[in-house]
């Protein structure tokens, strides 16, 4: 049987659980690819994916299409203002706009990511915002794609409730263990695709 392809598309957080997703898929027979740098938040990702899709030509589509990049937010953290979040209508016209792209080309072989919270205790005096702000872009997603049939990983959920220490120091970036996690929650949303 011939290996699938799954292109994963995603900010700096993708980055860093791909190498351990890419040796849990190929268990599965199954090759993961991706651009080798960040894509940004849902609106960067929104202009670049189409050459992705040309590109890397994948029989699956998982895309993380974050408000802000997480290499942003770990930025922004302690500015006065807080994160720049984007509009609720934008992000859900770019979410929306994302997944017609990839469901064009996967069909129903296509997951979305939510966007995992920041760490309470490392983030700083904003975490508690930036996380109900989190909450929010990720139920104006995940309802807006249930609509178009299209799956979503656990990982928000996942991060939010594990038991082991999932972030760095600047309390976004994910730790060794938040990768491995990682990895394991959007596995078992791409095996749920492959069942479906």
Request: aromatic share 4%; net charge negative; proline share 4%.
């Given at each position: 049987m011939p290996l699938r392809t799954v292109l994963i598309l995603g900010d700096s957080h993708r980055l860093a659980y791909q190498p351990c997703l890419t040796e849990i898929l190929l268990e599965d027979r199954l090759t993961l690819v991706g651009p080798a740098q960040s894509c940004g938040s849902a609106a960067a990702m929104a202009d670049t994916i189409p050459e992705w899709l040309v590109q890397f030509d994948p029989d699956l589509g998982v895309f993380a299409c974050p408000p802000i990049a997480a290499e942003d937010l770990a930025r922004s953290k302690d500015d006065d203002d807080g994160p720049p979040w984007p509009s609720f209508s934008l992000y859900e016209s770019t979410v929306l706009r994302i997944a017609?792209?990839?469901?064009?080309?996967?069909?129903?072989?296509?997951?979305?990511?939510?966007?995992?919270?920041?760490?309470?205790?490392?983030?700083?005096?904003?975490?508690?915002?930036?996380?109900?702000?989190?909450?929010?872009?990720?139920?104006?997603?995940?309802?807006?794609?249930?609509?178009?049939?299209?799956?979503?990983?656990?990982?928000?959920?996942?991060?939010?409730?594990?038991?082991?220490?999932?972030?760095?120091?600047?309390?976004?970036?994910?730790?060794?263990?938040?990768?491995?996690?990682?990895?394991?929650?959007?596995?078992?949303?791409?095996?749920?695709?492959?069942?479906?």
């Open positions: 017609e792209l990839v469901r064009r080309h996967c069909g129903r072989q296509t997951l979305f990511v939510p966007t995992p919270p920041v760490d309470d205790r490392r983030f700083g005096s904003a975490a508690s915002q930036a996380n109900r702000t989190i909450v929010q872009f990720n139920h104006v997603a995940t309802t807006l794609l249930a609509q178009l049939n299209v799956a979503s990983a656990s990982l928000h959920h996942d991060l939010a409730r594990a038991e082991a220490d999932c972030f760095a120091e600047d309390g976004v970036t994910l730790s060794p263990a938040g990768n491995e996690l990682a990895a394991a929650s959007v596995a078992t949303g791409i095996h749920g695709l492959m069942r479906a």
